[in-house]
Structures are given as C-alpha cells and as structure tokens.
C-alpha cells in the first residue's frame, strides 16, 4: 500500500527524477543512471527533467505482470 506521500505524487502528471526515486525506492543516483539507460522515461522542459507519471505507472504495471 503507497503511503501518503506516494499517493500524492501518483496524482500529479509529472515528477521529478528525485521523486521517482522515492517512488520507486531508489537512490536518486540510480534513478538517474536509470534515465541515462532510458528505463525510466523522461521530458525535457528547458534545463528539467520531469518523468511523467502515467508513463512511471505503465512502467510499473509492465514490470509487475512479468
């Protein structure tokens, strides 16, 4: 069950990395290596990187039926 935090997250359309990490419950480094590998999916706006969250729960739900 998310707690909270999570949950609140969940309901916005884009994250940052760092919250993806918490997310996911990983380092915020890995989550960037994670990018750089393009495992988690991003956008660009200017200088941020912002993973959008529909993209985060369908990553998810590939990951859980496997």
């Known amino acids: 069950m998310a707690n909270e935090h999570e949950t609140t997250q969940l309901t916005r359309r884009v994250v940052t990395v760092g919250e993806a990490a918490v997310i996911l ?3 915020r480094g890995a989550a960037y290596e994670a990018v750089k590998r393009s495992e988690i999916p991003t ?7 912002l993973v959008p969250t529909a993209a985060l729960e ?5 990951n ?3």
């Open 25 to 27: 419950r990983i380092s």
């Open 43 to 49: 956008i660009r706006i200017g200088r941020r990187l």
């Open 64 to 66: 859980a039926a496997a």
């Open 58 to 62: 369908r990553m998810l739900a590939g």
